[in-house]
């Protein structure tokens, strides 16, 4: 195909329809005043000159020239004393576990002063001190306060299960709660009621250490008159006490010992005083001794519980401080106060006892004649 120079390669391209031509338009009157009826295209007026417009995070007030110059957005510069970011708040179950925790540090401290103060109401003082203060015993205000020290641990406890934390209950505050308020019912003669509670306390396996507990059950039914049970609860007591505790071991034998001499059986009470004097002697348990054997009329068991309490040794007396001078005042204040103090007058209380518990067991040994030997009892 040969094409004409002459001719142009793009001619007829910019030819539109007559119909298609909108070049006109503006100059169209009947054109216009169709748009203007129908709305299209109308102008909002302007408020560039006394607006705001806003590009990217930074506000340009102005007039309309400066508006219309593009702005660069400027998000490095923060007001004084704002930030936008988000601060560390604890949660909100944080919050809540926090003060459940320290309502149960609360509870806990108000139990444990209950629990103080019906020690306290229900403390005897000292006879033999006269410098303490003298105090009404309210047993009834006591047990009063133990109760309400137990009514609130349970509710401590079903707070601690409802919040989950059952698993972080104090145990040993159980315990203070519950000995003392058994013990409160034992002093205000509730003998069924400090039974009872005492029975929470040593049928509950998480408490390996009640069991020594038996012993003040133990009192109880023997106050009661009930002596098998009592006999019963001493030496299941005596069976679970382990050996290194051999103070208690002899407490709870001298127990024994003494409820079968209210049930008639002297001879098995020998036994159990004797195995004292053997283990671990006292001025006490050989006055026993020494009456067991009077009363078995055997003057030769009397003697020789006589020498065994010789041979126990006396409780050490506490001495006045030797003053040289008597006119020093000093050394006269020390002596004083150390005679007064209260280890002084445990001390010379002790020494006291054992004096007295010798003289009695000498006067009933010299009224046993030598060589009896009465029946067998019990």
């Known amino acids: 195909m040969v094409v004409d120079e002459d001719d142009e390669l793009y001619a007829g391209f910019n030819e539109v329809a007559p119909a298609l031509d909108t070049r006109n338009l503006r100059e169209d009157q009947d054109f216009q005043d169709a748009l203007r009826t129908a709305g299209i295209g109308r102008k909002l007026p302007s408020r560039m000159g006394t607006g705001m417009t806003r590009m ?3 506000s340009v007030r102005g007039n ?71 105090k009404e015993v309210d047993l009834g205000q006591a047990l009063a306060k133990a109760q309400e020290a137990s009514a609130m641990e349970r509710q401590l406890i079903r ?19 519950l000995c003392n308020l058994a013990g409160q019912y034992a002093v205000n003669e509730m003998y069924t009621e400090a039974l009872n509670t005492y029975q929470l306390l040593t049928r509950n396996k998480l408490f390996p250490h009640a069991n020594r507990l038996k012993v003040n059950m133990g009192n109880i039914y023997f106050k009661m008159g009930e002596h098998p049970k009592a006999l019963k609860l001493y030496r299941m007591a005596l069976d679970q006490t382990p050996t290194a505790e051999k103070d208690l071991r002899m407490k709870v034998m001298h127990n024994i010992g003494l409820l079968l001499v209210r049930m008639g059986k002297f001879r098995d009470a020998v036994t159990n005083f004797q195995h004292i004097m053997h283990e671990q002697g006292d001025f006490q348990t050989g006055l026993h001794l020494v009456l067991c ?53 445990w001390s010379r209380r002790g020494a006291a006892h054992a004096e007295r518990c010798l003289a009695l067991a000498a ?16």
């Open 64 to 134: 309309s020239s400066r508006a219309a110059t593009a702005a660069r957005p400027v998000t490095a510069v923060r007001a004084a004393g704002y930030t936008s970011t988000l601060r560390d708040l604890p949660a909100r179950d944080d919050v809540k576990e926090d003060s459940i925790e320290e309502r149960v540090k609360q509870m806990e401290a108000r139990i444990m002063t209950l629990v103080e103060e019906s020690c306290m109401l229900s403390a005897r003082s000292d006879p033999d001190d006269d410098n303490a203060p003298k």
């Open 56 to 58: 990217g995070t930074v």
């Open 363 to 378: 006067a009933a040994a010299a009224m046993q004649r030598p060589g009896s030997r009465g029946p067998d009892s019990g």
């Open 159 to 177: 707070m601690q299960e409802q919040a989950n934390l059952g698993d972080t209950h104090n145990l040993d505050l159980t315990f203070a709660v």
């Open 293 to 345: 054997s009077v009363a078995l009329n055997d003057a030769e068991g009397a003697k020789a519980a006589f020498h065994a309490m010789l041979d126990v040794e006396p409780p050490t007396f506490h001495q006045d401080i030797t003053i040289d001078d008597e006119n020093d005042a000093y050394e006269c204040v020390v002596r004083d106060v150390v005679r007064g103090d209260r280890l002084s007058r």
